[in-house]
């Protein structure tokens, strides 16, 4: 059967599959297409209506093609790891990263601490979108506002995206895509999924405090009260168990913390299964090394 994959590109492109094939190989010809070389960080999802990506509109495929796979009309291959520093040795290359990142904005997996470095995210996209600064083009408000993390979107922020707009007037837009994903990648928050969470205030026990929690490579991570900076609360190596319920997520730590740690969250499915991946992921990475260095000694 015939199915429509939205790539990273931004192009669609119909595959043929097969009923039972595994979604893992059809993910690794997309890939393939693509040249990338780390399949096992990217995954098939469902486009629920409409044409907007976001954490809510995505819901990841099964384990193999159904009968019923035609009858979606949008799968969207989408990066759900990030242990792989991206490549952009060319324009190709650049041009996909550069759509993953403004994704990731707009999805707000992105997370921006400074309010400049926010500024200049939004600044770059115009250029690279709109061409350079024109006086007589005015680019809709609204925008304008979409190219700010979710976090930013004021009306007072306009003004300082069109400044910083303004001064890129000599960029070249290839050159200009690559700076921005240097720039995103080099983000301390780049790589890190983000969950909305409420726990126990630590200077106040008997307070609890809303915040954001962040999952990546190096284990779980905190944003302080102003969200100007983050903390790595919990290494990945002192987490022994994690439980999902209905609202909450539970942390074991061990030796490491004399409780469990409660997590309220809308995304406890969610958090618990990514950690699953990460960890999955981690150790077959970890597995393979430990085999490939065996092999070389002998």
């Known amino acids: 059967m015939l199915i429509k994959v939205l790539l990273l590109t931004g192009e669609l492109e119909e595959l043929v599959v097969d009923v039972g094939q595994p979604w893992e190989l059809v993910v690794r010809a997309c890939c393939e ?3 990338i070389d780390f399949p096992e960080e990217f995954w098939m999802y469902i486009l629920n209506g409409g044409s907007t990506v976001s954490r809510t509109s995505l819901t990841p495929v099964g384990e193999t093609v159904s009968e019923r796979a035609h009858l979606v009309s949008t799968y969207v291959l989408k990066r759900r790891l990030f242990l792989t520093s991206p490549d952009i040795s060319d324009a190709q290359r650049s041009s996909w990263m550069y759509n993953q990142c403004v994704s990731m904005i707009r999805e707000g997996l992105l997370l921006f601490l400074k309010k400049d470095d926010a500024i200049l995210a939004a600044a770059m996209q115009c250029r690279i979108t709109h061409g350079p600064y024109n006086a007589n083009t005015k680019i809709p408000s609204q925008t304008i506002l979409s190219c700010l993390p979710l976090r930013y979107r004021k009306k007072k922020m306009i003004g300082k ?12 837009e290839e050159n200009l895509k690559m700076r921005f994903v240097n720039f995103c990648v080099n983000l301390p928050t780049y790589g890190i999924v983000w969950f909305p969470v409420t726990m126990k205030d630590p200077t106040n026990p008997r307070k609890r405090t809303s915040t954001q929690c962040g999952i990546g490579e190096a284990g779980i991570y905190l944003l302080n009260k ?14 022994k168990r994690w439980a999902p319920s209905k609202n909450n997520i539970l942390l074991d730590l061990g030796d490491y913390a004399s409780e469990y740690v409660d997590l309220e969250t809308p995304y406890p499915t969610d958090m618990s299964e990514y950690l699953n991946l990460l960890v999955e992921t981690l150790v077959k990475r970890r597995d393979s090394i430990n085999s490939k260095t065996k092999s070389a000694r002998k």
């Open 33 to 35: 297409t693509l040249d």
């Open 226 to 239: 102003n969200c100007s900076d983050m903390n790595l609360e919990y290494p990945l190596e002192q987490l």
């Open 161 to 172: 995206v069109e400044k910083a707009y303004r001064k890129l007037w000599n960029n070249q």
